[in-house]
């Protein structure tokens, strides 16, 4: 599910990227808040289904639940209509975690910055984002806090 308001150029970029998977996209749904570009056009190439709202009521949290109710498949990816796979793998590695542990409730993509971030963006970009993977229990709860929660899911070149 990719929430969009004028997608952008780079918008085929990220469809291409999904399109290329190794494991074949079931549906790809596009919230779109009333885009003024060639957004829907561009999703139509590609076949994804269109759900239109109004930019009124776009929300981060309401959108996603939205995409998810219409979602008929056993796996749901959130995406933002910015975020470019950085390979191939990208959905395999995602839902690798549900196949090898029932307990897993969420599983994220690492966001990997277009520009090379500098100073303070660099600090949090890396302790958001780190290189390599990581599981979170609640035995993290302790040491981690809040952070045992967090979650950022986009994955951009």
């Known amino acids: 599910m990719i929430p ?18 190794t494991i074949k996209t079931a549906e790809i749904i596009i919230i ?3 885009s003024s570009d060639n957004t829907v056009e561009t999703a139509k190439d590609y076949g994804c289904r269109i759900i239109p ?12 639940n939205l995409g998810a109710r219409m979602a008929d498949t056993e796996f749901v990816v959130f995406m933002t209509q910015d975020a470019i796979p ?16 029932q307990k897993t409730a969420i599983s994220f993509a690492r ?5 090379t971030p500098t100073g303070w963006k660099a600090f949090t970009e890396n302790y958001n984002y780190p290189e390599q993977s990581l ?23």
């Open 135 to 157: 599981r979170k229990t609640k035995a993290d709860l302790p040491t981690l806090g809040i952070k045992t929660f967090s979650a950022q899911m986009s994955a951009q070149q």
């Open 86 to 101: 950085a390979d191939q793998k990208m959905l395999e590695e995602l839902i690798r975690p549900f196949e090898q542990d």
């Open 32 to 34: 779109d808040s009333q």
């Open 111 to 115: 966001h990997i910055p277009r520009e």
């Open 53 to 64: 709202i109004k930019q009124t009521e776009f929300n981060h949290g309401a959108t996603r």
């Open 4 to 21: 969009t308001l004028n997608a952008g150029p780079d918008f085929r970029l990220l469809l291409d990227g999904l399109y290329s998977q």
